[in-house]
């Protein structure tokens, strides 16, 4: 009888699940516009639920005899919020719907394929990270890396010689870009880290969906995840952190004092030692993980022979021995000159960044305030409740782990509130990854607790509390996915690559702020393009200005690709997105693609444009070279406005009133019969579909109405055509 009424009972869950899940999909299908008649109408709804609850039905058969009981259903509810409108948008209702099988499928096999949870695990985490990977240059740290590492140059403080020499090997791989392999790079450790990050969970609790959805909270919160998808260091920080742990938490661990066993115990202090030091070569915060390695080795008190120990020690130092890649490849980074030793140290300890060090921040009432708010944002309250009841069960079991991770999350929380910069919280990445295991630890216990109950109940209750636990990270997923992409970001060395391939002046000089200097300096250094070029990047504009004054004395051609203010007195012209500064008039280098004599302001005409052009970064912008003389120097500073009129006749886009010459060259500063070259780029919005457009261009005092005549003229537009 209690099988008859398990059967029937089933029957009715699995039509429900089939009908819930089904509709999800149907909804999903129809918001991106695949079949929207799908579910237009209540009958299109009804007949979507009907025909998946029956497709279920069908498969109930299977599911009996295979996994039991109705534990495989429940996550095809998990598209429910997605159907009742509590969570909108295609996004939600895709990972909600795809979540919702995964969890289904991997409810069913249970125990049989132990591969297959870690497998699923790892191929959606690299897809999604690869999804949202940086295509291009990043700026800052992530642009040096991405010149650093293919040149086996040597980064900044602290050097991060591991991080530099593993990553170079994927510079070698022929897919796409090598600033994209670097960052790629990123995206392997990242999914490393979460699949030892399952490994790790699963041998505290010995539970799989537990440590699934562990993994999956720590892969996709939102700094881990912004860090997996740039050329940073600390997705490889975060997987050798993660290694450490497992082994200090004491995996693998063997039973006894045999002979055999103290060998095995040899060899996982053997491998600890190893990575301790290999994981101080990529990123110095690892010093932070030392006290937890005391607490490991006064719990474990491992029984090493002393020749035993002497080999563990030499495996740190040679793990520590990547640092001599610095001291070692210095020379040939700088005409030959070899480093000093404390100049070494200074570089490897970073000593320029002591000073962000302050002790006082550990009993700031507002340093608190902020370092707590970035320890609790990745996860929120219910992942905090849950890391708070994971303590609690490791308190009742594995009070070994509970104070090597305890330790461990107290030494990271620290240093987040001593180290005053402004990018900590990826300093707290560490951290994040202990919550994580408390995380999965919390779940288990609640999972165990479930499943304590007598009887069919029990493991009923578990699963459903797996499938509401999973909304954390799916939710995770639909939320940061849209805050952390990089996939749109412009290819920025599509720029730097048009750029260098203009006609520039042989050995001439281009003084570029930081997010043009990234590009250029790029595709120089790492596709040799027009090595001859000498690229600047300076600290302060007064530097510039001298820069500026110093090479063009000495006769060497200036470009700008900055805004430098007060140049009226000098002679400027766009070279494409450059600008060319000289104390001469500046001729222009080529003939415009189109003559006009067009008069557009006082004393102004427009005599001749380039046809207009695609960006060269990819972005969808528009590039437009204006031609200007002035029959008498302008007495007002005109800005130059742009716009677009479609077939209609309407305005379908304009621009913003911008000086000419890259903001540089006041039309006040103008040089009677001079003509004044003036590069446009047209940033056209995404409702700006394609089409015919006339170009119009207008001279326009400032602050001045569009719409009303300029110096007498009824109609102040210069139309270019289509």
Request: charged share 15%; proline share 7%.
């Amino acid at each position: 009888m209690r099988v008859g009424r398990s059967r029937a009972l089933r029957l009715p869950l699995a039509g429900l699940a089939g009908a819930v899940w089904g509709l999800g999909l149907a909804r999903l299908v129809a918001e991106a516009g695949l079949i929207v008649p799908l579910y237009a109408s209540p009958w299109a709804v009804a007949a979507v639920a009907a025909m998946s609850s029956a497709g279920l039905l069908l498969a109930h058969r299977f599911l009996d005899s295979r996994a039991g009981g109705v534990g495989p259903l429940l996550p095809l509810f998990l598209p429910l919020p997605y159907v009742l409108g509590v969570v909108v948008g295609p996004l939600a209702g895709c990972v909600l719907v795809v979540g919702g099988a995964v969890l289904a499928v991997l409810s069913a096999t249970k125990d049989r394929t132990p591969w297959l949870v870690p497998a699923i695990l790892g191929l959606a985490t690299l897809i999604l990270y690869l999804q949202t990977l940086l295509p291009s240059l990043g700026e800052a740290d992530t642009f040096e890396f991405q010149v650093v590492v293919p040149r086996l140059a040597v980064a900044h403080p602290t050097g991060y010689p591991l991080y530099t020499l593993v990553s170079k090997l994927f510079t070698l791989l022929p897919l796409r870009s090598v600033a994209w392999r670097v960052s790629l790079a990123s995206a392997v450790y990242a999914t490393g880290a979460v699949l030892v990050l399952y490994t790790l969970v699963l041998a505290l609790t010995g539970r799989r969906l537990p440590s699934f959805l562990a993994s999956l909270v720590f892969a996709f919160s939102s700094v881990f995840w912004s860090q997996a998808i740039v050329a940073e260091v600390y997705a490889l920080h975060a997987l050798l952190i993660a290694a450490i742990l497992l082994l200090l938490t004491g995996w693998p661990r063997g039973q006894g004092v045999s002979s055999a066993v103290l060998t095995h115990e040899a060899q996982r202090w053997y491998l600890l030692a190893l990575l301790l030091g290999l994981s101080l070569a990529n990123h110095l915060t690892t010093a932070l993980l030392l006290p937890a390695v005391v607490v490991a080795l006064l719990l474990d008190r491992p029984r090493l022979r002393p020749k035993q120990w002497l080999v563990a020690g030499a495996l740190l130092v040679l793990g520590l021995s990547v640092y001599a890649f610095i001291p070692l490849r210095w020379p040939a980074l700088n005409n030959g000159e070899s480093m000093t030793v404390p100049g070494f140290v200074v570089h490897i300890t970073g000593g320029q960044f002591h000073g962000a060090l302050r002790l006082e921040g550990l009993g700031d009432p507002v340093r608190w305030s902020i370092v707590g708010r970035l320890i609790r944002e990745p996860f929120g309250w219910t992942g905090l409740v849950l890391a708070a009841l994971g303590l609690v069960g490791l308190a009742r079991r594995r009070r070994c782990v509970l104070a090597v991770t305890g330790v461990t999350f107290l030494a990271f929380l620290a240093y987040g509130l001593a180290y005053h910069v402004p990018d900590v919280a990826v300093f707290l990445i560490p951290a994040h990854l202990v919550l994580a295991i408390w995380i999965g630890a919390g779940i288990a216990l609640l999972v165990d607790l479930a499943q304590a109950r007598p009887g069919r109940v029990g493991p009923v209750i578990g699963q459903a509390l797996v499938v509401v636990f999973a909304l954390l990270p799916l939710g995770l997923i639909y939320m940061n996915l849209p805050a952390v992409d990089q996939s749109r970001t412009p290819h920025a060395e599509m720029w730097g690559r048009e750029v260098l391939g203009l006609p520039l002046d042989l050995d001439s000089a281009v003084l570029a702020d930081v997010k043009k200097f990234a590009p250029l300096y790029y595709v120089q250094q790492i596709e040799a393009l027009r090595p001859d070029i000498d690229i600047v990047l300076l600290g302060a504009e007064a530097e510039y200005k001298e820069a500026l004054s110093d090479r063009m004395a000495a006769g060497q051609t200036v470009y700008l690709a900055r805004y430098l203010p007060h140049l009226e007195h000098l002679h400027l012209r766009s070279m494409g997105p450059l600008v060319e500064v000289s104390a001469r008039p500046l001729a222009p280098a080529n003939s415009p693609d189109n003559l006009l004599d067009l008069r557009v302001g006082a004393a102004i005409r427009l005599v001749g444009y380039d046809e207009v052009a695609p960006s060269g970064d990819g972005s969808g912008a528009r590039q437009l070279t204006l031609y200007w003389v002035a029959d008498e120097t302008p007495q007002q500073d005109y800005l130059v406005r742009l716009r677009l009129r479609d077939e209609a006749g309407a305005v379908a886009w304009k621009s913003e009133p911008v000086r000419p010459v890259a903001g540089l060259f006041p039309t006040s500063a103008w040089r009677p019969g001079e003509v004044v070259v003036d590069f446009h780029e047209l940033a056209l919005p995404s409702h700006v579909g394609a089409g015919a457009y006339t170009v119009e261009v207008g001279l326009f005092p400032k602050f001045a109405d569009e719409g009303l005549p300029v110096d007498g003229r009824s109609d102040p537009w210069a139309r270019l055509g289509e």
